[in-house]
């Protein structure tokens, strides 16, 4: 096996980079700021934040629309017709049964189904809800991307029944992500004539690009039982990039559809209860069962013009067995892509992660300066901007312990930097880079004795060498915690995941109240926007630390970097062995 060609690069020159907490100046884009502020950002809490329970932002266009995430939305349509209500569970759980037999829930009744049904996801006889929805908002309006939902013939409305994550937008209206396929109801009379009713779908899950009411699916180039796509960006060409299944390496998988084919082998089941089945396992092991690799879809008038693979830093030999999975998670208007790549580990048989850069059909890494300090083990590009500068971590050898270290890579001249973040053992993940040079990611904050860390957002001005956690840059006394900055636009505006205390609420988004009357409050996680404040200037937090203090990401950070932080970045799935 051998690498792909690379790129003749100039040695890498190591910059000394400094450190600076509070900004004392930030590129262009921040240069007039009125001290009528005290601060360098407002935050803009999304309205969309109010239609569930957690809101995670991910990308955002020029104009200003951006890409949100949801959970837990509110007001979930509860199909009644699937619900047993002579069963023990629902008898036991409800608080007024014929009511709820009628679709009349109360609060208490609504939240106990709800949970029912969801407890029972991926049963091909309960009720299918998303748990996930994604919407275009801006500051005034909340857009629902419907995927690949299906219509309930019986209201004419979308049922809610396919899970979506929302990752890239472009300027052209486009949005492009990952969909589950929305289930339909089959009725079914067995052979002792019992009318059984299924929920099922035709795959798990597929990439997809929407623009206003029409959705484009973006299939893998091998779509065996369905295969599996995902999309993570799109540039102003209209070329998607992401993940797809491109070879079957299973030796099994056909044989098992042929089954389902075989009324006398499958049994009394209709046959797609039987390949729902086994789309579900096949999707739980899809590591041994498809090679994956970094995807191109070129768009064209609302359709899929092209698909191109893209090669890997590594040629496999014809007689390897080896299942190896490679990602593009974004591209910029010239058609450079950037992701993730199989490789060996330092001219070794070991396999490892590597930064990709796919530009003309060539696959190509980063750089390394050979007189760099540590070890590096393994490396993720994460964006590029106009001007081919690369972004991402590698994951090194640092006192003693392995953080993410977040660098800037010039693709024509081959330089690499390592700025310095705030502490030497922090984990740093760059997540989006503009033509302004303006990096914004999430950082650990400060070293503690407990092993947790606090995580906050941050901005970093390449020109300037100036590296700022966003905190600081907001108002000393904002409810808002930045947790994570999640993309910026050639404004300047950057979208962020924040925590905030605020009022709970019940599954209809009314304010929930206890036995006394009383409202309760906890962390939330909401998606907002910073935007630039002309003239303004960093606040003096000093004159607040007595009375108030932000309260930290805590293992709320955890909880949406488990979801979204690391899903744009990191390659979907390890690199396995073909099982014998």
């Not at 109801?185 to 009713?197: A, N, P, Q, S």
């Not at 091998?222 to 960006?233: L, V």
């Not at 559809?257 to 039987?274: K, N």
């Not at 020109?463 to 108002?475: A, K």
Request: proline fraction near 4%; hydrophobic fraction near 40%; glycine fraction near 6%.
């Amino acid at each position: 096996m051998t690498y792909a060609p690379q790129q003749p690069m100039k040695k890498a020159m190591k910059k000394t980079m400094k450190q600076t907490r509070i900004a004392a100046l930030l590129s262009s884009a921040f240069l007039s700021i009125p001290a009528a502020f005290g601060a360098q950002y407002q935050v803009v809490e999304l309205p969309v934040a109010e239609l569930g329970v957690d809101s995670y932002p991910t990308a955002i266009n020029s104009i200003g629309e951006i890409a949100v995430n949801l959970s837990s939305q509110f007001n979930p349509v509860i199909d009644v017709s699937l619900l047993n209500f002579d069963s023990a569970t629902l008898i036991a759980g409800l608080t007024n049964l014929e009511n709820a037999r009628s679709g009349d829930f109360n609060t208490a009744d609504y939240e106990f189904l709800y949970s029912y049904i969801i407890s029972n996801a991926e049963s091909q006889f309960f009720q299918q809800i998303a748990g996930l929805n994604s919407y275009v908002a801006s500051e005034d309006t909340s857009i629902l991307l419907h995927g690949f939902d299906t219509i309930d013939n019986d209201t004419d409305e979308y049922r809610n029944s396919a899970t979506t994550t929302v990752r890239g937008i472009n300027d052209f209206g486009y949005s492009v992500g990952v969909s589950y396929d929305g289930f339909y109801k089959l009725e079914y009379v067995t052979e002792d004539i019992e009318d059984i009713t299924y929920v099922l779908n035709d795959f798990y899950a597929r990439a997809f690009a929407q623009i206003e009411d029409a959705v484009v699916e973006l299939a893998p180039p091998q779509d065996t039982i369905g295969g599996y796509s995902e999309a993570y960006d799109i540039n102003e060409l209209n070329q998607v990039v992401g993940i797809g299944t491109t070879e079957l390496v299973s030796t099994t998988l056909q044989d098992s559809i042929d089954d389902c084919a075989d009324e006398s082998v499958r049994g009394d089941i209709p046959e797609a209860s039987c390949l729902r089945s086994l789309s579900i396992s096949t999707f739980a092991s899809l590591d041994t069962v498809f090679q994956q690799r970094g995807i191109i879809w070129q768009l064209d008038d609302g359709n899929v013009a092209n698909t191109y693979t893209l090669p890997m830093l590594i040629e496999p030999d014809d007689d390897d067995t080896t299942i190896y999975s490679s990602t593009a998670v974004a591209i910029n208007d010239l058609g450079i892509a950037v992701g993730t790549s199989p490789a060996f580990y330092q001219n070794t048989d070991t396999l490892t992660s590597a930064a990709v850069i796919y530009d003309n059909d060539n696959a190509y890494t980063i750089s390394e300066d050979n007189d760099e300090e540590y070890d590096i083990f393994a490396s993720y590009a994460t964006d590029i901007n106009n001007n081919d500068l690369v972004v991402g971590y590698a994951t090194k050898s640092i006192l003693g312990s392995t953080p993410n270290k977040f660098f800037v890579y010039d693709y024509d001249s081959g330089i690499i930097d390592y700025p310095d973040d705030f502490f030497d053992s922090a984990s740093t993940v760059p997540t989006a880079i503009n033509d302004d040079n303006l990096v914004v990611g999430f950082t650990e904050f400060e070293e503690t004795s407990s092993g947790v860390r606090r995580v906050e957002g941050f901005v970093y001005d390449y020109r300037n060498d100036i590296f700022s956690s966003l905190n600081d840059l907001i108002e000393c006394n904002s409810p808002y915690t930045i947790a994570q900055a999640n993309g910026i636009n050639e404004n300047g505006e950057i979208i962020a995941t924040a925590t905030v205390s605020s009022v709970n609420k019940d599954i209809t988004g009314e304010i929930e109240l206890d036995e006394f009357d009383a409202q309760s409050f906890s962390t939330h996680v909401v998606a907002v926007k910073l935007v630039p404040i002309p003239g303004g200037s960093i606040d003096n937090c000093e004159a607040y630390e007595e009375e108030y203090e932000r309260q930290g990401a805590g293992f709320f950070w955890m909880l949406f970097l488990g979801l979204f932080g690391f899903a744009r970045f990191v390659p979907s799935r390890a690199i396995k062995p073909v099982a014998p």
